[in-house]
């Protein structure tokens, strides 16, 4: 416990002060937590039955080609103009299909499924990953944004999870996550709404209505839980505990961003076109 709550202050000193600091400072930060994640996933789930430089290099260009969205919504926002960016990027492309070359000579006997998991951590990681750095520069209230979403996500968890302890007595998927509770996800989920309604008084320089906040909340619990759900399944095909080791008492990056990186691209979807907040409107 001692560990856990030493890691957690770090960790959490860390999140808060680069994502608060400046925009700079918490695009990059998310395009590092990106990588990693991606880094940990990839350790997961491409095979192993090459030789080591095979092996290495293959996880070593996942992680590569998972920063290419962030490239790309970086050219996208510093060159305005289509005609400007198109060749601009053009070299990015042939870059997706260097696996599939790899792969004739790697000896891997799941040559595809490998693949696939490339790609697969470039969408479930590196799309949302990029999607924080836009949302980080794109204007100055973005940062905030992003905190308070986290901060969101972490209340679902926090009231779901004692709820649940306590008062939790009916399983939602007990073959993949078998601690979940209806009444633990109903807790979340009312208690993420109660603080969209605190979000309104903290973050009043964003510039969000109550119902903005209440709407955020929901969406970043329902999807929250989806995506801790999400990551259980991952474990649990691979009947593994952790992703990682990298937060002492807490397991890898992934298994505490699993919630954050898959609601990302719902809440983003929330703003810039349920709000209509024309400050986060990349394209």
Known sequence: MK?????????????????MLMPETSAVLYVIVGLLCVWEFSGLVLAKDSKPFYNNFRRIFAVAIAVIPSLLVLDAMLSPNPIARSGYVQWFFPMVFIPFIFELSAGSSKPFENIGFTYAGIIYIGVPSALLTAISLQDSTGRFIIMAVMLLIWANDVFAYFIGKFMGKH???PSISPNK???????????????????????????????????????CSVFGIIGDLVASKLKR????????????????????FDAFIFATPFVVFTICYVFMDSRFQIW
């Open 171 to 173: 399983k939602i998927f």
């Open 181 to 219: 509770t209806w009444e633990g996800t109903i807790g979340g989920f009312i208690s993420a709404i109660l603080w969209g309604v605190v979000s309104y008084f903290i973050w009043g320089v964003i510039g969000y209505e109550i119902w903005h906040w209440m709407v955020l909340g929901a969406v």
């Open 3 to 19: 560990t856990r709550i030493i890691t957690a202050l770090i960790f959490g000193v860390i999140m808060i002060g680069a994502t």
């Open 237 to 256: 095909s691979l009947n593994i505990k952790d992703t990682g080791t990298i937060l002492p008492g807490h397991g890898g990056l992934l298994d505490r």
